[in-house]
């Protein structure tokens, strides 16, 4: 082929315009091959100075030899890593060693050098100020947030303080009509006994007068009235009201002031990406299929068949009524294992280490398989746990929901270490229904995203690695049950439990497509291999469909 048509542009010699330039003479500013070298060099009387072209433009200084000071170092001995001259090289010393020309390795060096600058310079550089202003975007967003939260809670303990100081009013108020009532009972008998006394005291004042005057008339005439006031008045019992101020616990005011819900903070090692033009294009392109194909039908031994995960392309895990089944994509069982309470795994999933792990509820734990060895890696309290899944970092992903309140969340772990939760969106909203019962089947996407088939809230709910919402997927008559993701980022989910389908969406919440063309009944759980094959388990036949739809 000729060189000078070649689809990778190869820069021809100036001469013959025919073959790859290999030099270049400094004299004469011109561009040579191998063959025109030789040409070049014995057509001229002039002085050629012809160095390898890739050191055209390089200044070098030679140092003088130490054991021979009237030569140059022109050359280097990569065994002995040191500069030698030309007849060092004939030394024994270095005689079998590999020897290099120092201005061509120079040139190789600096031109190397020019890569690494210009990948700083228009690519590392950039993406570090990227992400400076991106911190600093956060800082900012958190200083406002933060403030707001503040703002809130000033807020709300205002409330608190003026529903406190109205009901305490509203005592005090009660208090005085209480003591009104009181005392105007007392004034009135203290009336009543004043009077009386007063008219005592005046008839004790006439019959004093009588008595003093011996008057028989007088004494014959004179109307006792002892006996009236012999009869004395009732006694106004008091019985003042009692105020019992009850304990303050802190506990109480803090539940009537309003949650605060955990801090959450998480370190992703590869968070920040290089993005490159080989990197971008290292991910072929899988294209969904018109017409999905079933390629194989595999029978399992379980009476019911709930969940489905495929570690790899030759292992496939169940989960169902006759516990966790290890089989072969032909069908071939491998292992067996029972629960520890001895009831049918809620959900499984398998670690990045190739270790089972399966959710159970009755017994509020996480649980690993460890060479057929049940050990326990997560207890949990008050919470119980639903669905898992296994991230690329190696973590855990847990779905759960309170005993009591029913609300639910995601929480992250790192072997038996809590690492994040995810309840609550930016506005303090619950991300997830808070129906305890329903399924929340859980998966991480490639891109990191959290993916959430919400079968409470007839949704898909995608959070990022964060926890910050990204989008909700909803549709007329979405149910959604069991999610998977593959290697395109697509996410994909089954509805519709008694005619099956799988739901195709992108990472950014856009429908793509339906798969609805295979017999799939009562399709709860979904997996996919490494070759984008998809794994759906039907709960009645015990059956598992796999399907192509790339």
């Not at 040139?107 to 550089?125: A, G, H, N, V």
């Not at 008057?215 to 004395?232: C, I, P, T």
Request: charged share 25%; aromatic share 6%; net charge neutral.
């Amino acid at each position: 082929m000729d060189p000078r048509y070649s689809a990778q542009n190869v820069l021809l010699c100036d001469l013959c315009e025919l073959y790859a330039l290999q030099s270049h003479c400094q004299t004469c500013k011109i561009n040579l091959c191998m063959k025109c070298v030789e040409i070049h060099l014995s057509s001229s009387s002039l002085d050629h100075e012809v160095v390898p072209y890739v050191g055209r433009n390089l200044h070098f200084h030679y140092r003088k030899c130490q054991g021979h000071p009237d030569n140059q170092c022109e050359y280097r001995c990569q065994e002995c890593d040191i500069p030698v001259c030309f007849v060092c090289i004939s030394n024994s010393n270095h005689q079998g060693h590999k020897i290099v020309e120092i201005l061509e390795n120079s040139s190789i060096k600096i031109l190397d050098l020019e890569k690494e600058f210009e990948e700083l310079e228009k690519q590392i550089y950039p993406k570090y100020e990227e992400i400076a202003s991106d911190i600093k975007l956060d800082r900012a967003h958190l200083e406002t947030h933060y403030a707001k939260l503040t703002l809130a809670v000033d807020k709300q303990g205002e409330n608190l303080q003026r529903e406190i100081t109205t009901i305490v009013n509203k005592r005090k108020c009660d208090i005085d009509d209480m003591k009104s009532k009181h005392i105007a009972t007392l004034i009135k008998q203290e009336d009543e006994t004043m009077r009386i006394s007063s008219e005592l005291r005046q008839i004790i004042s006439d019959l004093k007068k009588v008595i003093e005057s011996n008057d028989g008339s007088l004494a014959s005439v004179y109307k006792s009235r002892n006996a009236e006031f012999r009869r004395f008045p009732p006694k106004v019992e008091i019985s003042a009201p009692i105020f019992s101020p009850r304990q303050i616990h802190k506990e109480q005011v803090t539940r009537i002031l309003g949650p605060l819900s955990d801090l959450s903070i998480t370190i992703d090692e590869n968070g920040y990406t290089l993005k490159t033009q080989e990197s971008d294009s290292s991910l072929p392109h899988k294209p969904l299929l018109d017409e999905p194909k079933l390629l194989k039908t595999i029978n399992t031994e379980h009476a019911l068949l709930f969940r489905v995960t495929c570690f790899s392309d030759e292992e496939i895990w169940t989960g169902g009524s006759h516990g966790m089944k290890l089989y072969t994509p032909n069908g071939k069982i491998l292992k067996t294992i029972t629960t520890k309470s001895g009831f049918w795994p809620f959900d499984i999933a398998v670690t990045k280490n190739g270790e089972l792990v399966y959710t159970d509820p009755d017994l509020r734990t996480v649980n690993v398989v460890k060479k057929k060895h049940i050990q326990e890696l997560i207890q949990l309290k008050g919470w119980v746990p639903r669905h898992v899944c296994s991230t690329l970092a190696g973590d855990l992903l847990v779905t759960m929901f309170h005993e009591k309140n029913k609300q639910s969340k995601v929480v992250r772990y790192s072997g038996p270490a809590k690492k994040q939760t995810i309840q609550f969106d930016e506005k303090g909203k619950l991300l997830y229904s808070s129906e305890g019962t329903s399924y929340k089947y859980i998966a991480e996407n490639k891109n990191l995203d959290i993916c959430v088939a919400d079968n409470g809230a007839d949704a898909v709910v995608v959070v990022n690695q964060a926890g910050k919402l990204r989008f909700r997927y909803t549709r007329s008559s979405f149910k959604p049950r069991g999610i998977t993701t593959d290697s395109q980022s697509r996410i994909l989910v089954s509805s519709d439990e008694r005619h099956g389908r799988v739901l195709i969406i992108d990472q950014d919440g856009h429908f793509l497509h339906i798969i609805k063309n295979i017999d799939l009944m009562y399709a709860m759980c979904l997996s996919v291999d490494t070759q984008d094959i998809l794994y759906v388990p039907e709960h009645d036949s015990a059956k598992i469909r796999k399907i192509k739809y790339t």
